[in-house]
């Protein structure tokens, strides 16, 4: 291969690695902007977390949250920014991927690949949004119900939540349902792979069904309603899982016999 052929040969890369670097500062972009906006509104953010909570005490207007470190209400504020703009980062992020990964792929790839990146934004605000309003309620209602009012033998035993600690619990929750929803992007990028099939999945759903059960209970509070919560969806979202790959399936045979 002359010199010639080698400087070809690179062209391409090159330009990729352009754009690649083009695409991140995009996103890195957009990130900054939006953690500089979300840091500005830290507060009202915090302060929408805290509604799960301030709902159970929606009687005592005398509840208070505290921090015990000099630094701590800083940086919590710094991390709510941090995951408000990550959250409304991602699915710039995913269109940058797919329009860098597009050029280069066939049409039924395309056709194959794009309803998983739309899916992966919108299954993980469906179980970001199934923790936040259905999980927490019930969670911090059960929580709370330990406190007691005391009495001459004893003293009152009250819940004074801490700033970090509260936020720590709530990203926990929401991060994890919100991963737990992209088990149907999970299951459709191995059948891609040929990793499972409609058939395997199907055969062993009784054994998914105990392992989502497990970590429903491992990941939510030790309650039943926040695992049932948690459960329930994932289970049906398996089901959907097996659906898509078998529909998948079906068309890759129809697009083979149709190319014979």
């Not at 940058?96 to 605000?125: A, C």
């Not at 709370?144 to 035993?157: A, C, K, T």
């Not at 929401?174 to 099939?197: D, M, Q, R, T």
Request: neutral net charge; hydrophobic residues 55%; aromatic residues 14%.
């Amino acid at each position: 291969m002359n010199d010639d052929n080698i400087i070809a040969s690179k062209a391409p890369l090159l330009s990729h690695l352009i754009e690649l670097r083009t695409r991140l500062i995009y996103c890195l972009v957009f990130f900054l902007l939006v953690f500089g906006v979300a840091y500005y509104f830290a507060t009202d953010i915090y302060r929408f977390l805290q509604q799960p909570l301030v709902e159970q005490f929606s009687t005592q207007s005398d509840r208070r949250m505290i921090y015990t470190g000099l630094q701590e209400a800083f940086f919590t504020y710094m991390k709510v920014a941090f995951f408000t703009a990550l959250f409304f980062s991602l699915p710039v992020m995913l269109m940058q991927v797919w329009r860098f990964l597009s050029p280069g792929m066939y049409s039924h790839e395309k056709s194959g690949m794009l309803p998983m990146f739309i899916m992966t934004p919108v299954l993980f605000i469906a179980g970001a949004a199934l923790a936040f309003y259905v999980v927490m309620p019930a969670a911090w209602e059960f929580f709370v119900s330990f406190e007691s009012l005391g009495n001459e033998d004893g003293i009152r035993v009250e819940l004074e939540a801490k700033m970090s600690e509260y936020l720590s619990l709530v990203l926990k929750l929401i991060i994890a349902f919100g991963l737990s929803f992209e088990l149907p992007v999970f299951l459709l990028v191995l059948a891609k792979a040929n990793l499972v099939n409609a058939t395997s999945l199907r055969h062993y759903r009784r054994h998914a069904i105990v392992i989502i059960f497990l970590v429903a209970a491992v990941i939510t509070p030790p309650d039943l309603i926040s695992q049932v919560a948690l459960g329930t969806p994932i289970i049906l979202l398996y089901e959907l899982s097996v659906f898509l790959v078998a529909l998948g399936e079906n068309r890759k045979r129809s697009e083979e016999t149709a190319s014979v």
